[in-house]
């Protein structure tokens, strides 16, 4: 059973920084793609950047320049930088890990990101 555990969350000002963590129970090179989402009250989960291995990185529109993943094999672990955080970033963050041979999604418990005006 692969375990995501997220880290980093918190509460920070508008324009501010976090950078989230997630460290996977298993070499994270065993993953075809890895990932960060998020959810806002009332509202879907929404992709927010994405690492797939020997593609370019994907991100969503409304996070482009100012969040970066980034990944450490040793220590099996994703990164995601938030920079010039926005209150409309608030949400809780989920670590994703796909698996194209298992067909199946890993996901973390979550992170709560709240950024106040």
């Known amino acids: 059973q692969v375990q995501l555990v997220e880290s980093g969350g918190g509460l920070v000002q508008s324009g501010g920084s976090l950078r989230l963590s997630c460290a996977a129970s298993r070499n994270i090179l065993s993953f075809n793609t890895m990932g960060w989402y998020r959810q806002a009250p009332g509202k879907q989960r929404e992709l927010v950047a994405r690492?797939?291995?020997?593609?370019?990185?994907n991100y969503a529109d409304s996070v482009k320049g100012r969040f970066t993943i980034s990944r450490d094999n040793a220590k099996n672990t994703v990164y995601l930088q938030m920079n010039s955080l926005k209150p409309e970033d608030t949400a809780v963050y989920y670590c994703n890990a796909y698996v194209r041979y298992e067909q199946r999604d890993y996901w973390g418990q979550g992170t709560q990101v709240t950024v106040s005006s």
């Open positions: 690492i797939t291995w020997g593609s370019p990185t």
